[in-house]
């Protein structure tokens, strides 16, 4: 049995938490917990180091959390707040002198070559970040020496997107509904990070009573909520209301997984 760690460098939305001009209490919280930066995580094994996403904030993520490397980046989907950092990857090309990785879906891999246009330039400018990518769907498995990375399919509304699945724990963000596969493999895991956006019912993500519920559903003995967003609450106080086995997450969160 290996073991790896699973760090959470961010668990807010789109638009992070606090909001720029809000005066919730959440928003001018003193609880560190409640500062929420955009949803991304970091994987680091003895064999390999990669990033969930890589978003607006994941600048200030890496440095945040000490973190000058990666091997790879797997995205769920191409919203803004989950491939926006894409070009800070420099420092990293630099430093290492590697290229990195990008594992996506076709339709993604689109969307990055059309906003990122400069960086697949047949005359590229010098000092562009350096990266290749590689398409994946669900059902495939990325291996890196022991460490198999898992495939899967989520729904965020009517929009396809990825989750993944590393040893005995499992990553999903922006979650409103999810294929039986999926769920199969869920429960195959000790810990399970999901979404729950706020309180109030969402077209396209699951609110905090839909993701109870399907805590509940699950034999999973760990379940953490991310992307939430301020209108979820104080952390110290929403926590207090959840399910034994089930918590919300906070950036930071370091957890150790088995694979």
Do not use: W
Not at 120 to 147: A, C, E, M, R, W
Not at 190 to 200: A, F
Not at 208 to 230: D, G, M, N, R, W
């Amino acid at each position: 049995m290996n073991r790896g760690r699973l760090e959470l460098l961010g668990t807010g939305t789109s638009q992070g938490v606090p909001v720029i001009g809000c005066d919730c209490a959440v928003c001018r919280s003193d609880d560190v917990r409640d500062k929420r930066l955009r949803s991304a995580a970091y994987i680091s094994t003895a064999d390999v180091k990669f990033n969930i996403d890589i978003g607006t904030d994941f600048r200030m993520q890496m440095l945040r959390a000490g973190l000058t490397d990666t091997d790879a980046v797997f995205i769920t989907h191409e919203h803004i707040d989950h491939i926006n950092g894409l070009d800070d990857i420099r420092p990293i090309n630099y430093l290492h002198e590697k290229s990195i990785p990008v594992y996506c879906e076709e339709r993604v891999a689109m969307e990055l070559r059309k906003r990122y246009a400069y960086i697949f330039d047949n005359h590229p400018y010098p000092g562009l970040p350096q990266i290749s990518i590689h398409i994946v769907s669900p059902g495939d498995t990325v291996s890196f020496g022991k460490l198999n990375v898992e495939v899967l399919r989520v729904f965020h509304g009517s929009l396809p997107i990825l989750g993944f699945k590393m040893g005995d724990v499992c990553y999903l963000t922006d979650v409103k509904s999810l294929p039986d596969q999926t769920l199969n493999a869920i429960n195959q895991c000790n810990t399970l990070i999901t979404s729950s956006l706020h309180r109030k019912p969402h077209h396209s993500h699951m609110n905090l009573s839909e993701s109870i519920l399907l805590a509940s559903q699950l034999k999973v003995p760990k379940v953490y909520f991310i992307h939430c967003s301020h209108q979820m609450g104080k952390y110290a106080t929403v926590n207090k209301t959840l399910p034994e086995g089930v918590e919300l997450a906070y950036d930071g969160l370091s957890l150790d997984f088995s694979y």
